[in-house]
Structure formats: structure tokens, C-alpha cells
């Protein structure tokens, strides 16, 4: 969400500046699409990332303490561990 109130603050300020500094552009239209489209997928790419990358180390994290836990209990260490927490954390 944030992401997209960013892409939308951003590209209209863009627009505005771009407006603003038209007599510096040389050789380029103020509002080219190609540049605005390449801008905005760049940066949903990274913010998109930026998200999934630590979601992901999370996730493998909690899966690995859910495995060593399986392992003491399956040793007999420990009898308080609930199944329906391996069950709810499998991949799909």
C-alpha cells in the first residue's frame, strides 16, 4: 500500500519537475512514457523484494525451530509440542 501511494506521489511530482526543467532537457519529451513505465516497474520491483526477502528468511527460520523441536520430541524430550503447529506451517 505504501508502495503504491509512493508510485503515485512520485510519478506526479516527476511529472511536475519534468515540466518545470523542460528548457534542460535536450533532445527528450518531458512525458515519455518509456522512462515513467521503466521508473515505476524498477521501483516496484526493489519494493517488492524488499518485502518478500526478509518474509522469506522468516519463514525458513520458524521452520527450522519447528524441525529441531519435531526432533526433541520425537527423542522423547519434550511431550508439550502441538501438531497442529507442523500442520498449519507446511508448504504448500
Known amino acids: ?7 503515485v506521489i512520485g ?10 526543467a523542460k528548457s534542460l532537457l535536450y533532445g527528450l519529451k518531458p512525458r515519455d512514457p518509456l522512462t515513467l513505465v521503466t521508473a515505476i516497474v524498477t521501483l516496484s520491483a526493489v519494493a517488492a523484494l524488499a518485502s518478500f526477502l526478509p518474509a522469506i528468511a522468516l519463514r525458513n ?3 527450522s525451530k ?27
Open 1 to 7: 500500500m505504501l508502495t503504491v501511494a509512493g508510485l
Open 11 to 20: 510519478t506526479g511530482l516527476a511529472l511536475g519537475a519534468a515540466q518545470a
Open 61 to 63: 527460520s520458524i521452520l
Open 66 to 92: 519447528l524441525a529441531l523441536r519435531i526432533g526433541s520430541c520425537a527423542a522423547g524430550y519434550s511431550n508439550s509440542f502441538n501438531l497442529r503447529a507442523i500442520w498449519l506451517m507446511r508448504s504448500p
